[in-house]
């Protein structure tokens, strides 16, 4: 007979079926164990679906009250005994507000909507509304074990519609029953009016609404779905011509920075961004794209010429030895003689792949020689002043934020 050593011989690498053929007592008394590895015993608590022995209950309900027990076990067991009403006082005490252990309070928060807890409601709403799925997921779980136990009508009362969060779940439950949310599109929290696009299908409804929504932000909602819905870039031209082509206004972003910007981000935004940028992208014709190789034999040539010492540029990625992103590294200065305002020294230069532009690596110490090689060569210089101007109401992802960046991280940008 297989054992579970062998049914799961590493991370990550689990024989879920032949598991769920193992006698539930083994893979209880193996999950009741933190002695062995966690990885193993986790997919022994998803193999116990349905069929948690009696006898056993109280050894992992002393598994998920384990703080120093790892929190992949102890979330799998908050779902498997998710129906166990003992859980809810040790779910509600006050020393759960501690718990750090990643994903566990949000689990807490699932468990406790599972049974019932009607004082988890707005913790769940929060949840809900989150950007990140997973956490999303969570949430969603939780209101809707409420929702069926209570109805919806008592949860709605319960979360209330002051918070944006609150009114995300009023619109998914609107939404469910059938009813109409192009109203929402005029809600003044961007996340809201953008889960509302998502959800719409009607195109003769959002045609109509057009004429109706109160503000300028809700009619460029309403224009997003319609292209989403029909992909028809005339149709979208056509209603953002009508508008009077409205965009965000920042100030010292030229022409050429914004048309490269919008085409790079402004599709893949993050909801709480300006619908504005969103349309725009969709309006406006995308700058050339540089070829990369010319590029950086062009900029490698130059500086050669100049006496830098270039060596082969390397991508964002390999240079931070992970991630990746839109520009790349040359590092200069290694057996030089500095020219003019500097003096000597290493130093790295960035070339962006998004454009002509570059720019200095950061607390760079930039020889002239190095930027005027450069700008003869046809690259656009980001200095200090334009590489700070932050475009305002583009949000976009950057190590877990989710908010507007500046020039010189939106050209020259890594993400790990």
Known sequence: MRTIDMLVPEA?????????????????????????????????????????????????????????????????LLDLLAGRAELLPWLRHEDRQHEDSYGMPEAILKARGMLGDRSAVRGLAALAASPWPRRQAVGEAGLDALVTRYGVEAVLADVGDEQPE???????????????VTDALADPDRGVA??????????????????????????LWTAYALHRLTGDAAETRAIYDMLGRPRVEV????????????????????????PRWRVE??????????????????????????????????????HHQQG???????????????????????????????????????????????????????????????????????????FGRREPLSVDTLLFYWQD
Not at 42 to 55: N, Q, S, T, Y
Not at 168 to 173: D, Q
Request: aromatic letters at 6%; glycine letters at 10%; one cysteine or more.
């Open 281 to 318: 992208a969709l309006c406006t014709e995308p700058p050339p794209r540089p070829d990369q190789d010319e590029q950086l034999r062009r900029a490698t040539a130059t500086l050669t010429a100049a006496g830098l010492a270039p060596k082969p540029p390397v991508s964002c990625g390999e």
């Open 251 to 274: 100030a010292g972003l030229d022409d050429e920075l914004r048309s490269t910007i919008v085409h790079e981000y402004a599709g893949g935004c993050e909801r709480n961004s300006d």
């Open 12 to 76: 990550g690498r689990a024989d879920g079926s032949d598991l769920e053929d193992l006698d539930a007592d083994v893979l209880a008394r193996y999950v009741a164990d933190p002695a062995h590895p966690w990885w193993r015993r986790r997919p022994c608590v998803l193999a116990l679906a349905g069929r948690v022995p009696e006898r056993h209950v109280a050894d992992l309900i002393a598994r998920v009250h384990d703080p120093d027990d790892v929190a992949e076990v102890r979330m799998a």
């Open 324 to 398: 990746g992103g839109t520009y790349h590294v040359i590092e200069c200065g290694e057996g030089f003689e500095s020219g003019e305002g500097g003096e000597g020294g290493e130093y790295e230069l960035f070339i962006s792949t998004l454009g002509r532009f570059a720019t200095a690596g950061p607390g760079a110490d930039i020889d002239l020689v190095a930027r005027r090689a450069l700008e003869s060569a046809g690259f656009r210089w980001i200095d200090d002043s334009t590489g700070a101007i932050r475009v305002t109401d583009l949000c976009v992802y950057y």
């Open 194 to 219: 953008y889960l509302t696009q998502s959800l719409l299908s009607d195109t003769d409804r959002l045609r109509a609404h057009l004429d109706e929504a109160p503000t300028t932000e809700a009619k």
């Open 166 to 180: 609150d009114r995300v779940f009023h619109v998914r439950m609107r939404h469910r029953a059938g009813e109409d």
